[in-house]
């Protein structure tokens, strides 16, 4: 019996052969959407669809609209066999019976998969609304659908969404469309993708401009930004200290609980002895780690909250903002014995004019923090011990690099429970040291918390560890860092929270850029930056793409030169030249302008760059200013060689005045193989005097150097005034010799013979050596240079108020200059501090002439009329300060002061207030008049302001005084053509900044 069946027919065989291929043509062809502009395609939403999947199908609609002008109908009726392809979004009995579930995807998984006719969107999502608020919202939102469709319409339809709005977006002209074959299951790389990019006590004044379903709430969930569980990192010890700072979001439990009558003992001691209940931490106290009620308590909170919220997976025991270390016995036992004895000694409560001050030094509050994280590490991991047996499947948060211990310490079990969430910045990685530090901590750390999260100070520059002052209109990329940021903490973190506040809606064209690079590496981080910004340059920039890829490749060399050696307090300016330079901001314009010609006037590109250039114009004063450069003010210049590298420790600096000895006179500019000299390499020295003239002294001063080849260290009078090194700017040797640079002469260090002593210590070891080129002293005019910058500091407790000048006030002090920039005469010296309820500004306003000393009549004549204020003659010695509480209005506050302690107060420009006088900010004021002059000081409530004290907040402010017989002195002049009536108009735009950091 043959086992072989009846012959097939050779046709028939063919036949089946023909239908195989056509079968399998079919099956690989891919799906139809549009053609010819024509729809070939529904998308199904079932009836019992998700939010989310409701909003994903929205989207996918209309941006395929906008692509190819066809509108597909969504609809809820599913058609067996009909003649348009299907997509399928949202989980559905369809999707399923088609194969296509959520079955093993993780929370925020997503699933694109295709077959005969239609394609399946889908993911996990939850039953609330996609959307997130921008202030950093901690809720969870499964959104997977919605990833799913973003994924489509990024790598299949070519959308790209850089910006908020529809100028920043990217969205291809197609013809036709179809979806490939597709089988992909795919989820964020990162649990936790949370940025908070509006400040919660700076909203913009409309809420559409900034509610979670805005143009920047759509932006926001475009860029993959979101979360998969819900946490608490953040500080925390206020659900024990409460306090009414809006920081204090746990103050409702603290209210509840009543411990500072019910348990005092648990509250941090001061120095005093007094308990820290409202005292430190804006307001908000801080505890005692040694105390063992504290431990029990923090462990009932941390239960409770894990109880109410059955949602939350992780609760942190942080301390309040600006953590002050307790200082009772028990606290103090576990710190190293020295340092026990230099607090007990320096922190000792003292009296200053009848009142009980208390300071550290920041050095030393520094070293402080730094041992007491040991204790506050041994704390949180008791709390997490205890929590354990209770809650196993939670964790216990610690907050890792803010005002804490950074690495781990070896001796301390921690259970494992525990988790961890690590502060940094990545944009102050052009600071070597700092990068190299948080390599080395990442690492440690990482071995005992495998999954950390990250704590990113995104674009910071108001806080000290930002080590940048604010720079507002500048293009900041730093995308480099960026990239080696993920490789280093590849497979180390489970998530990122950034703060970026206001920066995307305030400066778009400015600050999309950056914002969109770390979104997209947090939601995929085995991307490579460079190809992002490859394919963003083309994409955004049209025509334009080389001379915008050349601009944005200047900005990040501008960003990435190192200012860690200034001090942001008192070199502002300093930190703002050395890193955008006149020459490379004037080359930003001009890369600006050229773009703009290379793409059609009025088209979306030809507005984006537009948009930079408007948002840059801030700036463009710094190349409209006519600095003058005093002529003939250097003598001969001389050299000594030091081949041992002994003048730093000899202060050769400090030479008197015959000179260097054994120096050799050279020509500058000139290397130094071209003079008597000769070919020389290793450590020189440069001296020369400069004479100042009479009516250039007062002015302020600055030396340009315009090239040293390499290094430089410069020394004014026997005095360090700054340097251009390797240290300084990051650069290598070879790239220093040819770079320009500017030196401040500081306010009063003009020698008063008007002969004054430079030296300039340099050193080259390789190719040439010398001042190469041309060294000039010029003097700032009026309103030339960037407004101020000065950072406040936080005093505690509250000062008394009277008319002296403080001495122990920890905040820079500062000057003010005349209509044409020159150093006001007589002087008026001015200091700045803060507590949670008044910003403090101090004053000494000198006379040069007994006789002249200020009037202590009090004056209460000040009126307002017809929009002018009077001043009556005996209030003309006047000091002002006027404060801009809200950088989006030009209304600005004013508090005036005479010397007899009479005060007025306008509220200018402001809706509430149609006649300004009628302001009543309940200020406190006290003045004091001498024979020398007079001084005073203002206590201005925040309240009155309309602000509550944030801390990293910054506000702009400007202060002046007024005499008889001079004219008027001001923090920042305004430029001399400005008439009255500009002044009234535009005078906010002179305003400088002051900004609250953590202390």
């Given at each position: 019996?043959?086992?072989?069946g009846?012959?097939t027919?050779?046709?028939?065989?063919?036949f089946?052969?023909v239908?195989t291929?056509l079968?399998?043509r079919v099956?690989?062809?891919g799906?139809?959407?549009?053609?010819?502009?024509?729809?070939?395609?529904?998308?199904?939403?079932?009836?019992?669809?998700?939010?989310?999947?409701?909003?994903?199908?929205?989207?996918?609609?209309?941006?395929?609209r906008?692509?190819?002008?066809?509108k597909?109908?969504?609809?809820?009726?599913?058609?067996?066999?009909?003649?348009?392809?299907?997509?399928?979004?949202?989980?559905?009995?369809?999707a399923?019976?088609?194969?296509?579930t959520?079955?093993g995807?993780?929370l925020?998984?997503?699933r694109l998969?295709?077959?005969?006719?239609w394609?399946?969107?889908?993911?996990?999502?939850?039953?609330?609304?996609?959307?997130?608020?921008?202030?950093?919202?901690k809720?969870?939102?499964?959104?997977?659908?919605l990833?799913?469709?973003?994924?489509?319409?990024?790598?299949?339809?070519?959308?790209r969404?850089?910006?908020p709005g529809?100028l920043?977006?990217?969205?291809?002209?197609l013809?036709?469309?179809?979806?490939?074959?597709?089988?992909?299951?795919?989820?964020?790389?990162l649990?936790?993708?949370?940025?908070?990019?509006?400040?919660?006590?700076?909203?913009?004044?409309n809420?559409?401009?900034w509610?979670?379903s805005?143009?920047?709430?759509?932006?926001?969930?475009?860029q993959?930004?979101?979360?998969?569980?819900r946490?608490t990192?953040?500080?925390t010890?206020h659900?024990?200290t409460?306090?009414?700072?809006?920081?204090?979001?746990?103050r409702?439990y603290?209210?509840?609980?009543?411990?500072?009558?019910?348990k005092?003992?648990?509250?941090?001691?001061?120095?005093?002895g007094?308990?820290?209940?409202?005292?430190?931490?804006?307001?908000?106290?801080?505890?005692?780690?040694?105390?063992?009620?504290?431990?029990?308590?923090?462990?009932?909170?941390?239960?409770?909250?894990?109880?109410?919220?059955?949602?939350?997976?992780?609760?942190?025991v942080?301390?309040?903002?600006g953590?002050?270390?307790?200082?009772?016995?028990?606290s103090l036992?576990?710190l190293?014995?020295?340092?026990r004895?230099?607090?007990?000694?320096?922190?000792?409560?003292?009296?200053?004019?009848?009142?009980?001050?208390y300071q550290?030094?920041?050095?030393?509050?520094?070293?402080?923090r730094?041992?007491?994280?040991?204790?506050?590490?041994?704390?949180t991991a008791?709390?997490?011990?205890?929590?354990?047996?209770?809650?196993?499947?939670?964790?216990?948060?610690?907050?890792?690099g803010?005002?804490?211990?950074?690495?781990?310490p070896k001796?301390i079990k921690?259970?494992?429970?525990?988790?961890?969430?690590y502060?940094?910045?990545?944009?102050?990685?052009?600071?070597?040291?700092?990068?190299?530090?948080?390599?080395?901590?990442?690492g440690?750390?990482s071995?005992?918390?495998?999954?950390?999260?990250?704590?990113?100070?995104?674009?910071?520059?108001?806080?000290?560890?930002?080590?940048?002052?604010?720079?507002?209109?500048?293009?900041i990329l730093?995308s480099?860092?960026?990239?080696e940021?993920?490789?280093?903490?590849?497979?180390?973190?489970?998530?990122e929270?950034?703060?970026?506040?206001?920066?995307?809606?305030a400066?778009?064209?400015?600050?999309?850029?950056?914002?969109?690079?770390?979104?997209?590496?947090?939601?995929?981080?085995?991307?490579?930056?460079?190809?992002?910004?490859?394919?963003?340059y083309s994409?955004?920039?049209?025509?334009?793409?080389?001379?915008?890829?050349?601009?944005?490749?200047?900005?990040?060399?501008c960003?990435?030169r190192?200012?860690?050696?200034?001090?942001?307090?008192t070199?502002?300016?300093?930190?703002?030249?050395?890193?955008f330079?006149?020459?490379?901001?004037?080359?930003?314009?001009?890369?600006?302008?050229?773009?703009?010609?290379m793409?059609?006037?009025?088209?979306q590109?030809?507005?984006?760059?537009?948009?930079?250039?408007?948002?840059?114009?801030?700036n463009?004063?710094r190349?409209?200013?006519?600095?003058?450069?005093v002529?003939?003010?250097?003598?001969?210049?001389?050299?000594?060689p030091d081949?041992?590298?002994?003048?730093?420790?000899?202060?050769?600096?400090?030479?008197?005045?015959?000179?260097?000895?054994?120096?050799t006179?050279?020509?500058?500019?000139?290397?130094?193989?071209?003079?008597?000299?000769?070919?020389?390499l290793?450590?020189?020295?440069y001296?020369?005097?400069?004479?100042?003239a009479?009516?250039?002294?007062?002015?302020?001063?600055?030396?340009?150097?315009?090239?040293?080849?390499?290094?430089?260290?410069?020394?004014?009078?026997?005095?360090?005034?700054g340097?251009?090194?390797t240290k300084?700017?990051?650069?290598?040797?070879?790239?220093l010799?040819?770079?320009?640079f500017v030196?401040?002469?500081?306010?009063?260090?003009l020698?008063?013979?008007?002969?004054?002593?430079?030296?300039?210590?340099?050193?080259?070891?390789?190719?040439?050596?010398?001042?190469?080129?041309?060294?000039?002293?010029?003097?700032?005019?009026?309103?030339?240079a960037?407004?101020?910058?000065?950072?406040?500091?936080?005093?505690?407790?509250?000062?008394?108020?009277?008319g002296?000048?403080?001495?122990?006030?920890?905040?820079?002090e500062?000057?003010?200059?005349?209509?044409?920039?020159?150093?006001?005469?007589?002087?008026?010296?001015?200091?700045?501090?803060?507590?949670?309820k008044?910003?403090y500004?101090?004053?000494l306003?000198?006379?040069?002439?007994?006789k002249?000393?200020?009037?202590?009549?009090?004056e209460?004549?000040?009126?307002?009329?017809?929009?002018?204020?009077?001043?009556?003659?005996?209030a003309?010695?006047?000091?002002?300060?006027?404060?801009?509480?809200?950088?989006?209005?030009n209304a600005?506050?004013s508090?005036?002061?005479?010397?007899?302690?009479?005060?007025?107060?306008?509220?200018?420009?402001?809706?509430?207030?149609?006649?300004?006088?009628?302001?009543?900010?309940?200020?406190?004021?006290?003045t004091?008049?001498?024979d020398?002059?007079?001084?005073?000081?203002?206590a201005?409530?925040?309240?009155?302001?309309?602000?509550?004290?944030?801390?990293g907040?910054?506000?702009k402010?400007?202060?002046f005084r007024?005499?008889?017989?001079?004219k008027?002195?001001?923090?920042?002049?305004?430029?001399?053509?400005?008439?009255?009536?500009?002044?009234?108009?535009?005078g906010?735009e002179?305003?400088?900044?002051?900004?609250?950091?953590?202390?």
């Amino acid at each position: 019996m043959s086992l072989a069946g009846p012959k097939t027919p050779l046709s028939h065989i063919l036949f089946l052969f023909v239908i195989t291929l056509l079968v399998q043509r079919v099956a690989l062809a891919g799906v139809p959407i549009v053609k010819n502009g024509e729809a070939k395609a529904i998308i199904y939403l079932p009836a019992d669809a998700t939010p989310t999947a409701r909003y994903a199908a929205k989207e996918l609609q209309e941006h395929i609209r906008k692509a190819t002008g066809a509108k597909l109908e969504i609809t809820s009726t599913y058609v067996e066999d009909g003649p348009a392809s299907v997509i399928l979004v949202g989980p559905s009995a369809k999707a399923t019976a088609l194969g296509v579930t959520t079955e093993g995807l993780g929370l925020e998984g997503f699933r694109l998969k295709t077959g005969d006719g239609w394609l399946a969107l889908l993911g996990n999502d939850d039953d609330r609304e996609p959307f997130v608020a921008l202030t950093g919202d901690k809720n969870v939102k499964l959104n997977g659908t919605l990833w799913a469709v973003y994924h489509f319409l990024r790598e299949h339809v070519g959308v790209r969404w850089y910006m908020p709005g529809d100028l920043g977006t990217v969205i291809p002209t197609l013809a036709s469309l179809e979806a490939p074959e597709i089988n992909l299951t795919s989820q964020p790389a990162l649990r936790r993708r949370v940025a908070q990019i509006i400040r919660a006590d700076r909203r913009p004044p409309n809420p559409e401009d900034w509610s979670p379903s805005s143009k920047l709430g759509q932006w926001y969930l475009r860029q993959g930004l979101g979360r998969d569980s819900r946490t608490t990192f953040n500080h925390t010890f206020h659900f024990l200290t409460g306090g009414e700072n809006q920081n204090a979001f746990g103050r409702e439990y603290a209210k509840k609980m009543n411990y500072r009558k019910t348990k005092p003992q648990i509250f941090a001691v001061l120095p005093n002895g007094e308990r820290d209940f409202d005292t430190t931490s804006y307001g908000m106290g801080n505890l005692n780690l040694s105390e063992p009620d504290t431990l029990s308590e923090f462990v009932k909170l941390i239960r409770t909250r894990f109880d109410e919220n059955p949602g939350l997976v992780e609760f942190t025991v942080a301390p309040n903002d600006g953590w002050q270390p307790c200082m009772s016995e028990g606290s103090l036992a576990a710190l190293p014995a020295e340092l026990r004895e230099r607090l007990r000694k320096e922190a000792k409560p003292k009296f200053v004019d009848g009142t009980l001050r208390y300071q550290l030094p920041p050095e030393l509050m520094e070293e402080f923090r730094r041992a007491s994280a040991e204790n506050l590490l041994r704390f949180t991991a008791a709390v997490a011990s205890e929590v354990y047996k209770t809650h196993p499947d939670r964790f216990v948060g610690m907050m890792i690099g803010y005002n804490t211990g950074y690495e781990p310490p070896k001796d301390i079990k921690f259970p494992p429970n525990i988790t961890a969430i690590y502060t940094k910045t990545r944009a102050r990685y052009f600071d070597p040291e700092y990068k190299a530090r948080i390599a080395k901590e990442l690492g440690l750390w990482s071995k005992i918390i495998p999954k950390l999260d990250i704590w990113e100070y995104s674009l910071w520059f108001a806080r000290p560890w930002g080590a940048r002052p604010d720079m507002d209109g500048y293009p900041i990329l730093y995308s480099q860092s960026l990239q080696e940021d993920f490789e280093m903490t590849r497979g180390k973190i489970a998530g990122e929270y950034s703060q970026n506040w206001n920066i995307v809606y305030a400066k778009p064209g400015l600050g999309h850029l950056m914002q969109h690079l770390m979104a997209q590496m947090l939601f995929d981080p085995d991307q490579k930056v460079a190809d992002l910004l490859e394919e963003y340059y083309s994409l955004f920039y049209g025509a334009g793409r080389e001379p915008m890829k050349k601009f944005w490749t200047l900005a990040e060399a501008c960003w990435m030169r190192n200012t860690s050696d200034l001090d942001q307090r008192t070199q502002a300016a300093e930190s703002i030249e050395r890193v955008f330079p006149i020459k490379d901001l004037a080359e930003l314009f001009r890369l600006l302008e050229q773009a703009k010609t290379m793409v059609p006037e009025g088209s979306q590109e030809y507005q984006r760059i537009a948009m930079i250039a408007d948002e840059m114009e801030v700036n463009r004063g710094r190349l409209l200013a006519a600095p003058v450069e005093v002529e003939n003010a250097f003598g001969p210049w001389f050299f000594r060689p030091d081949p041992e590298d002994r003048g730093a420790k000899e202060k050769w600096f400090k030479a008197d005045t015959s000179g260097l000895p054994k120096a050799t006179e050279v020509p500058v500019p000139s290397w130094l193989s071209k003079t008597p000299v000769g070919e020389y390499l290793g450590t020189g020295w440069y001296e020369t005097k400069l004479t100042i003239a009479d009516k250039t002294r007062g002015r302020r001063l600055q030396l340009r150097f315009n090239g040293v080849d390499k290094q430089a260290w410069i020394y004014w009078n026997g005095e360090s005034i700054g340097e251009h090194s390797t240290k300084s700017t990051g650069l290598d040797v070879t790239q220093l010799y040819d770079r320009p640079f500017v030196v401040n002469i500081p306010e009063g260090s003009l020698d008063p013979s008007g002969v004054n002593h430079l030296v300039v210590r340099t050193h080259a070891s390789q190719g040439q050596h010398g001042i190469w080129k041309p060294v000039q002293l010029v003097a700032i005019v009026a309103g030339d240079a960037p407004p101020p910058l000065l950072q406040s500091s936080a005093i505690f407790p509250a000062p008394k108020i009277e008319g002296g000048f403080p001495t122990d006030w920890p905040s820079a002090e500062f000057g003010l200059y005349g209509p044409d920039g020159s150093v006001a005469s007589p002087a008026t010296r001015v200091k700045v501090a803060h507590d949670p309820k008044f910003l403090y500004v101090a004053f000494l306003c000198e006379e040069n002439d007994p006789k002249k000393a200020a009037s202590g009549e009090k004056e209460t004549g000040w009126t307002w009329k017809n929009g002018n204020l009077t001043r009556p003659r005996p209030a003309n010695n006047t000091f002002e300060i006027h404060l801009q509480p809200d950088a989006n209005s030009n209304a600005f506050a004013s508090v005036m002061v005479n010397a007899g302690g009479g005060s007025a107060t306008f509220f200018a420009k402001h809706p509430d207030f149609p006649n300004p006088g009628d302001w009543r900010p309940g200020q406190v004021v006290a003045t004091k008049v001498t024979d020398a002059g007079w001084s005073g000081m203002v206590a201005i409530p925040w309240e009155s302001l309309g602000i509550k004290l944030i801390p990293g907040m910054s506000i702009k402010a400007n202060f002046f005084r007024y005499r008889p017989e001079t004219k008027r002195a001001t923090w920042s002049p305004s430029p001399p053509a400005w008439t009255s009536k500009m002044e009234l108009e535009r005078g906010t735009e002179r305003f400088g900044t002051i900004s609250f950091p953590e202390e």
